[in-house]
């Protein structure tokens, strides 16, 4: 992910990170991404996940606070949430 690493050069690990993944309001979307980032951060907590409704309602997002151990390791997850079909964005 060339954005990433060109974009955070001052990062220094571990540190804490957001990560925030945009898409259809769906029940199911929290779910889906704590489940990807616990993929690549398995000590992620519920309570650092948190959700915000668009203003209209028709969209969601989801940002997952982790303790980042690598860039390796958020460009894995952004990968893996950008693959999926129910995210539409990321940040």
């Not at 996940?49 to 989801?62: D, F, I, K, N, Q």
């Amino acid at each position: 992910m060339a954005e990433l690493n060109s974009s955070a050069p001052g990062l220094t690990f571990p540190c804490e990170f957001p990560i925030k993944a945009m898409g259809r309001n769906d029940a199911d979307l929290p779910a889906l991404v704590a489940a990807i980032v616990q993929r690549h951060a398995p000590t992620l907590q519920t309570e650092r996940l948190t959700t915000s409704e668009s203003r209209g309602g028709r969209y969601l997002s989801v940002t997952a606070t982790i303790t980042a151990e690598s860039r390796e390791q958020l460009d894995a997850i952004y990968a893996e949430l950008k693959g999926h079909d129910s995210v539409l964005a990321t940040l």
